[in-house]
């Protein structure tokens, strides 16, 4: 809860999908790379992007609808940023 808070804090309290204001809410944190595949970047604050909770229910449910839509890039080449730095991160 702490980590939320100051993500919260340092973030502001905006959406960085649509910068809708959003109330504090655990629902508005939400991991680019899931929790149980990627353990490791659970508490990596870069993983954690703030959305509302109709934008958090769509990246869960239907990323594949968000691919088109241009305010969605960024996270898309996040992720893949992303799976890259855990991935080298594995290695030996």
Request: aromatic share 16%; hydrophobic share 35%.
């Amino acid at each position: 809860m702490e980590l939320f808070k100051k993500l919260y804090t340092d973030k502001g309290p905006y959406s960085e999908i649509s910068g809708q204001y959003i109330a504090f809410d655990v629902r508005c944190f939400s991991h680019i790379l899931s929790k149980g595949a990627y353990p490791k970047f659970r508490l990596y604050e870069k993983n954690i992007v703030l959305k509302t909770p109709k934008e958090h229910h769509l990246w869960e449910t239907q990323r594949h609808k968000l691919k088109a839509l241009p305010e969605w890039e960024w996270v898309f080449i996040l992720e893949q940023e992303l799976k890259q730095e855990y991935y080298q991160k594995q290695k030996p």
